[in-house]
């Protein structure tokens, strides 16, 4: 597990890249728990990246048995959001896929 420290200087080191509009982390019930987006939007994209998360790992899961999902790149026209799933904790990075 990341020591608090190693997290903050991890979030200071994603949010520094251009074209990073927001990132918010989300606990493995898909609560919030740091956030750098507007309340409202942090929750809406914790509940729809959850599901997300949900979908892909049982698709994966159904596809091989022995594989495992790592990471989920979703680009629209207005933005890319970023997932990095892990056992406690997922981080969602949101980005300008025109500036990244």
Do not use: W
């Not at 597990?1 to 606990?27: C, D, F, P, T, Y």
């Not at 899961?61 to 207005?78: A, P, V, W």
């Not at 890319?80 to 949101?94: H, Q, R």
């Amino acid at each position: 597990m990341l020591q608090s420290n190693e997290v903050e200087e991890a979030i200071k080191r994603i949010l520094s890249h251009k074209g990073v509009v927001g990132l918010v982390v989300i606990n493995h019930e898909g609560i919030p728990i740091k956030s750098t987006m507007e309340n409202a939007l942090s929750v809406q994209y914790a509940a729809q990246v959850t599901q997300l998360l949900d979908k892909s790992r049982s698709m994966i899961k159904e596809l091989d048995s022995n594989n495992d999902l790592t990471f989920i790149r979703l680009r629209t026209k207005k933005h890319e959001v970023l997932v990095c799933p892990e056992k406690d904790y997922a981080m969602i990075v949101i980005q300008n896929p025109t500036e990244s």
